[in-house]
Structure formats: C-alpha cells, structure tokens
C-alpha cells in the first residue's frame, strides 16, 4: 500500500505527515530548510515514529496481563499501521487509529489512538489523545520519537552542535545493555546543561533521563544563529539516541521507558505505565519549535 502524504503549511513552516504510522515526514523553513532527519537506512530507516503502547522495550519482548503472556515488540505497534486521515485543514491534522483483531493477539485492550499535528507560527505541536471505549482499565505507555537533521551547514560535523537543556541537571542519564534499562549510569552534562554531541556519546545506545527537572531541550549550532526546540511538559521521561557517527539526533518525549534487567513482565507494573479508567480521555502534547 502507498502511503499517502497530508501537508500542513504556514508563513513559518511547511510540515508533511504520512498516515503509515501518522509519522512526520519534513518539517521545513520558510528557507526551505529541512530539519527532520530523512531516514537514509544507512544509518536509521525511520524519521519520527509514534510509540504506543509502550515505550522501548519489554524484557524479552514480551509481557504479562491477566495470567496471560504476549509477545510485542521494542516501541510497539503504532508506528507500523496505517491511520486514518479524519480532520484536515492547512494548519492541522487528525489521524486515527482503532484497536482490530490484528492489535488484540498483541494487546488485548480496546482503544482510539489521535494523533494531532498542529501549526501555531513557528511550533509545531504534537498532541496525543487516547480514550478508552471499553468498561475495562486501558493500560498503556506513549511517547515521540521525533530525530533531527544535523546537516543544517554543508560540511557540518557532529560536533559541531549540542543540547542545551532549560535547567542545571544534577541527574544522570540511564543507558541500555541487552535491551533493558542498565547501570551504571552516566553524566553527560557540561556546564550544568549542556550535552556536546559527538561521535562517541552513543556507543551504548540511549541516554534516558527520568528524573530530570528541565522540559525543554534545545539543539544548537556552535556558530549558526539557529536552535531547534523540543518542549515537553506532559511527558515525565526524556531519551536522547542517535546512531554512532549518523548525522541525526533524536529528542524523545516519554510516558515511559524499556524495562529494568529485574522487572518482573506485569503489564501494570511498568514503569510510567498509564490506567486509563473506562470511558475516560488522556491527552499529552510537545512542541517542536524553528528559530
């Protein structure tokens, strides 16, 4: 099946989603110049996936609900169905997707996942909505994926750009082994909030923050006057990854994380795990902003 593309566009941004996965496709200046990494599979074959319903992965992919045990894989099942395109206009986009019998072998709960994209001058905003349509507690974790190019000046290396965080950070960045959240930890701040980008800040995979007081990361330039901002209040958990020596680096908004080497697989007992009670709305959002 062909994706189909849906174009959102203002005075400051021209943004494109695809409705496999509600997955970012662009998000352009009014310079055209292009700020979401474009998923060359040399490095990393995907650009900003939805995550649901969870986030990383499960401890030997699987896990346990009601005495039963399922299979499901790292980030879940969101970012490989296709959506429903069900709102539309030149600033914003609605998509869709239900629970079927394909999701229930896999997660067996009832659902209605929106993904909303939106433009407001030069943010893009990021909303999550899920409901939960059944008379049983939906459990369930969400988060974004969003990666950004780092191609922003020819001949620009990794090293060239860093994150700055809203805060001072004192907390270290957890990492992954086998899949699963490991120690020892590291510290990967200078200067209190900075986190320099370079070739070897991701040989062990993901930094993952969950104790973190900043909600607000910007991606920098050394010399460049230009800053790409990711805020993200809803969302308690922050992973950074790349790929080593891949031009991009993704800034990861999470209601949850992969699992503890110890975790005992209980569905309900996920870390940043949410119950939605029957017939009850949850809603989250993050903004991407150009300056």
Known sequence: MTALLHSLHNDYLS??????????????????????????PQFWARKAPVLFPIVGALKNDSYRF?????????????????????????????????????????????????????????????????????????WFSIGGHP??????????????????????ESVQAALIEQGCLSEPSINAFVDGNLIPL?????????????EHSSRQVTLKHKTLEKSLSVRFEGFPHLGI??????????????????????HNQEFTEKAGIIALKPHQNYHASYSIRID
Not at 15 to 40: C, F, H, P, R, T
Not at 247 to 262: K, L, R, S
């Open 147 to 168: 990666a950004f190019s780092l191609n922003w000046q020819k001949g620009s290396a990794l090293s060239d750009y860093y994150l700055e965080f809203e805060h001072a």
């Open 66 to 138: 009601d005495d039963q045990e399922y299979a499901l894989s790292q980030h879940g099942f969101a970012r490989d169905n296709v959506f429903e395109l069900i709102e539309a206009t030149d600033t914003e986009a609605v998509y869709r997707l239900t629970d079927d019998k394909y999701t229930r072998e896999l997660y067996p709960f009832e659902f209605v996942l929106d993904v909303i994209y939106r433009l407001e001058q030069q943010t893009l905003v990021v909303e999550y909505r899920v409901s939960n349509p059944s008379d049983k507690v939906l």
């Open 198 to 210: 370079s070739d070897q800040l991701f040989d062990r995979d993901a930094l993952i923050f969950t």
């Open 241 to 262: 990854w790349s790929k080593p020596n891949a031009p991009f680096v993704c800034i990861e908004p999470w209601q949850g994380h992969v699992d503890t080497q110890d």
């Open 15 to 40: 943004v494109s989603i695809s409705n496999q996965g509600a997955e970012l496709q662009s998000i352009k200046d009014a310079q055209e110049q292009e700020y979401l990494w474009q998923a060359d």
